[in-house]
């Protein structure tokens, strides 16, 4: 029989994190594998999971919410899994907390998901709760050598890519992004899609955009996502002069129909664990410029898949961005090699069947 997997995630924006979990949760399902999700009752993964999901919702207000943690210790007794997959630090946290007070549960394997390549905590808390982990699923190679760092034991971690459900990208329909927003026609379009927050590196894509148009004057550039550090890039973008040129469209639904009509996809990232974004960019077969950073060479080779440049080098960065706008033969190449990349190594048929493959061959640690 498939195990039963219960599926925590506390995040109310919508990242590629929670794309991933909801694309895991449907598809395990549809294996047959019963998969329920918890999310917080305020958050956009609530208002999209299909209706045909379980689902159970709470609002944790910390990781050391101990009255969520009790809502959550309910849902455990009713459901009685045998995974637990906590998808980000809070929910780590709280089915740490959770699990123990429950009484009578066979222990379930505890899985944690990692799609960040930040160091782990080190106060005395974050230790306990991830000694209480079974299996790290590393979402890259990259992700999975810093837990290792980090004092986590090889046999404790298992690399899953994040998948792409490339026939619902297919289905998208495009979005004449020089419509959209006014652009002159026929000016190339270079596109950044990522939440507004510093290991993103937009501020490097809008320097690097500022020596573009001195070599491609009809340039613009799209950063599509929403963040903290909306006002400093609008401040940037203006003491540069880049009004015409660079636009910050905030948050949009239509977004993969958007990429598709980018000419260059830019990944400006200083960190990434692997970058669900730019893999959609690949599904849409766009040409990528990324940087050499974290799990983003497990999907951009360069040269072949797309083109790395340096974490921060706004040079090499905007000396990329040219080439590929100057060469469309270049761009029709590398583009169709990310999309065939993306369909033989990361599709989300691989990602459900590595993750459902984890739940079967491990095993939860023994009671103490």
Known sequence: MAPKSLHIDTARTWRGGQNQVLQLVTGLRELGAPAVLVAHEAGELRRRANEGLRFHDFAPRSEVDVQAAWALSRILADVRPDVVHAHDPMGVSLAAMALPMVAGLAPPLFVAARRVDFHLRQHAFSRWKYRQVDVFIAASRGIARVLETDRVAAD???VVHDGVNVGWIDRQAPVDA???FWLPKGAPVVGNVAALVGHKGQKHFVAAAARVIREVPDARFLIVGEGELREPLERQIKDLGLERHVLLTGFRDDVIGLQKSFDVYVMSSVTEGLGSAMLDAMACERAVVASRTGGIPEAIED???????????EGALAQAIVRMLRDPDLRRQLASAARRRVVDDFSVERM???????????????AP
């Open 156 to 158: 404790r971690i298992v």
């Open 303 to 313: 040269g072949v898949t797309g083109l790395l440049v340096p974490p921060q080098d």
């Open 352 to 366: 459900v069947n590595g993750t459902l493959e984890v739940y079967t061959t491990r095993r939860p640690a023994a």
């Open 178 to 180: 020089h419509a959209a």
